[in-house]
């Protein structure tokens, strides 16, 4: 399509109008379309091995039954991000089985292990706010109709999990001194590692026309501090110690290291005296850690050929 057919729809958007169906699209707005529900569609899928990795050492049945009703949701909102890329012409199963590891787009924090329970509730309160922060502005914001009306059922459940989280850290951290240094263990390394979740500073991003279509509302720096909004003063009310404070007109938080630092992930553990560049937190984003290809290969393990099940029927 034309430019000035492109320039009209994006015009259209942003007065309101929501697109339908792809016959309304043009190519450009199809292309950051397919981009940004990838990205959804991937962070939902990848969190489901992610948190299984931890939700094996729960400290009870029930507990554990909480941690795959959470599991569930998430590959049931990975289906609803891939349903809505089937019908953009993206083929579901190479979405999911025939893309090699490092091509899998879903933000670092997921490629660390959680190796406990504690984490996993950490995760659950850090991470999930992380989710619902982006796709909540998602579905206020995005001018594609049937993404928004499916989000609906995901923002409800993304409550749910971020909320089992918050249960979870306060029950371990009430429980002593030992739970407490367990909880705040896990936040000196997974707290900044959610704030490096929303990308790159507004100041270096030249890539602006995911809001030029309104397919979301807000900038990367505008929803990394609606995030410190929800966890910092949580977080702060059961005790815990996070590296920031108000700035002077106590209008937002500041962070109280200087971004980017180099992350040790074999370690968990954040190098404060390192700083580097934005363009090698890219190259560790597209790198991978050190979960990523355990993770793919257990979702691509279980495409298989069960035809034989249906022989004699």
Known sequence: MSTAVDTLLRQKV?????????????????????????????????????????????????????????????????????????ELGVDRDWLMYEREPHEFRYPYAFDIPLDSWVELCVANALYDQAGYTLLGDVFEHTSYGPWKRGLVKVSKE?????????????????????????VQQA??????????????????????????YRMKGLTNDQLRAGWMDEVIPFCCSIGLKLPVHRNGDDSAWELEYELPLRFDAAEKRWLWDEHIGWDQVVKRW????????????????????????????
């Open 14 to 86: 942003q007065e309101g109008s929501l697109v339908e169906s792809i016959d309304e699209m043009t190519e450009g707005y199809k292309r950051e379309l397919t981009h940004i529900v990838t990205v959804s569609g991937d962070t939902e899928l990848l969190s489901a091995p992610a948190y299984y990795y931890a939700a094996r050492k729960a400290p009870s049945v029930n507990s554990m039954i909480s941690a795959l009703a959470i599991i569930q949701d998430e590959l049931s909102h990975a289906h609803i991000a891939y349903r809505i890329l089937e």
């Open 158 to 182: 993304e409550t749910f999990h971020l909320l089992h989280g918050r249960r979870w850290m306060k029950k371990i951290v009430d429980s002593g001194d030992e739970g407490k240094q367990l």
């Open 187 to 212: 936040m000196d390394w997974m707290f900044p590692l959610t704030v490096e979740w929303f990308g790159l500073p507004d100041d270096l991003k030249t890539h602006t026309t995911q809001l030029e």
């Open 286 to 313: 597209k790198a991978r850690g050190p979960r990523n290809e355990a993770m793919i290969e257990q979702i691509q393990r279980s495409r298989g050929d069960f035809s034989w099940m249906f022989k004699g029927l």
